[in-house]
């Protein structure tokens, strides 16, 4: 749907008072008595992209729909014995039997998510993908962004409201009907993301494009037929679909979660993205970069889409503790020119010689929101030495990985200083999270959020003093 523009021409300080306090209420969480209605920067217009980089990152969705597809395939070759067995057992490894067998129900067999959302550190050389996010938060905010943008007469990359009209199209796509009733299942766990979503499923009602609902586990009737949304007046709606806005290590913790799986698996309703836990772990950036495996993903993977993905995730490792023949190495990982067998070797490295990140693979509370993430090169070396064996130690319940680290390139933002009312510039690092939705064969892309961090941070997320914005097409972009 196309946005006019209710106040064009604007000064760019006007411009971002205007989106300060125009975005949206209520849609971000604020700190207690905090008197910012955004707990972010605002910057007075979208992050300026140039039309060869768009083009890179339509690429890298189509690259990555594809890898998700090889990697269920090689999972499931390798659980039933025609592919080496340690690529399900690294999938698999930490989780309790129940989640294993949920993950291997043929029901979910080709299933794949409806979202895949990469983080994409920006370098000088184009992208490097820190992380491969499925269960991805910020739909709504970038909807949100994009929609007040347009009021400024700005257009965002996929359209100012195409995150919804994307994700319209998805769940459409998903379930093969034209007007599916869907239930967007927020768990308590996830309750940040419940109002940003709610922006989104009152747009996608509004336009009726779906009958969308945001609501919690409780919310969700079943009978031996249909599952039904039951509204607070009483009134109830049968469901077509299901998105699964909640993380599966919190199963367990979800009210009524046994029914929701049971009406997927017996088909009562359509469960994206499915649970399927082997498709959330980082460690699989480290098996497409094995070289034991080369042969078997070429097969599974065009050559231009392997070489692409492989200069596109970060060498990455699982950080296994199990013991090596005396003449094992640990494939491509080194010390200057000398391999490295045993990983307290690394404890040997200065801050310096320490380009890694370690973090968990998945399937746990530390695994997003950056919370288990140890930057290498700002650990002491007692710290270092401590994350090493953190990781050998929990391998067997909560995989850790190593993983090179870039440096993003930095860039030039602006922002509105809410203090003095006026514009000021910061030199940082952007992380882009473009948002693709699989529509039949392929992908279409909603929108991009930039993430702006100042350039002495390590890690790029949402801060107070970072500028988070939608994306906007510029021949000078970066």
Request: with cysteine; aromatic share 10%.
């Amino acid at each position: 749907m196309p946005c006019t523009a209710f106040q064009p021409n604007l000064t760019a300080r006007e411009q971002a008072r205007y989106l300060y306090e125009n975005i949206s209420p209520g849609l971000f969480r604020v700190a207690e008595g905090e008197e910012s209605k955004v707990p972010w920067r605002v910057s007075p217009e979208p992050f300026a992209l140039a039309p060869s980089t768009l083009e890179r990152i339509l690429t890298i969705g189509n690259d990555l729909f594809a890898f998700y597809k090889a990697l269920n395939t090689l999972y499931n070759r390798s659980a039933r014995g025609t592919a080496p067995a340690f690529i399900a057992d690294y999938l698999d490894q930490g989780k309790p039997e129940h989640i294993v067998r949920l993950s291997r129900q043929n029901r979910f067999k080709s299933d794949l998510p409806g979202v895949i959302r990469p983080d994409l550190i920006l370098t000088d050389d184009g992208f490097i993908s820190s992380e491969l996010d499925s269960v991805p938060g910020g739909m709504g905010f970038v909807g949100a962004m994009s929609e007040a943008y347009c009021k400024l007469g700005m257009e965002s990359i996929g359209g100012s409201f195409g995150i919804p009209e994307r994700y319209a199209a998805m769940m459409k796509s998903a379930t093969g009907k034209e007007n599916p009733a869907v239930a967007i299942v927020v768990s308590e766990e996830s309750k940040d993301y419940r109002a940003e979503l709610s922006w989104m499923a009152e747009y996608l009602r509004a336009q009726k494009l779906l009958s969308a609902y945001v609501c919690t586990p409780q919310d969700i009737y079943f009978t031996e037929e249909a599952l039904f949304l039951r509204f607070p007046d009483g009134r109830e709606e049968k469901l077509d679909a299901i998105y699964r806005n909640f993380e599966l290590f919190d199963l367990l913790n979800i009210p009524k979660q046994d029914l929701l799986l049971y009406a997927a698996r017996h088909a009562r309703v359509k469960m994206t993205p499915p649970p399927k836990a082997q498709l959330e772990e980082k460690l699989a950036f480290a098996l497409l970069h094995h070289p034991g495996l080369a042969t078997i993903w070429k097969s599974e993977l065009a050559p231009a889409v392997y070489l692409r993905l492989k200069l596109l995730f970060p060498e990455t490792w699982v950080i296994d503790p199990r013991p090596m023949p005396p003449q094992g190495v640990i494939a491509g990982l080194s010390i200057g020119e000398e391999p490295v067998s045993d990983w307290m070797r690394l404890a040997t490295l200065g801050k310096s010689e320490r380009n890694f990140v370690v973090k968990p693979s998945g399937f746990s509370e530390l695994a997003w929101g950056s919370k288990g993430v140890r930057v290498a090169n700002d650990l002491t070396k007692e710290d270092w030495i401590a994350t090493l064996h953190e990781a050998l130690t929990e391998f067997y319940k909560t995989p850790r990985i190593l993983q090179r680290f870039y440096k993003g390139k930095r860039v030039r933002q602006s922002y509105l200083d809410v203090a003095t009312d006026d514009i000021k510039n910061f030199d940082g690092r952007v992380r882009l999270c473009p948002y693709f939705f699989v529509v039949g064969d392929g992908v279409q892309l909603g929108g991009i959020l930039a993430t702006v961090a100042p350039a002495d941070k390590r890690l790029i997320h949402g801060m107070t003093d970072a500028v988070m914005a939608s994306c906007i097409l510029k021949d000078d972009g970066n």
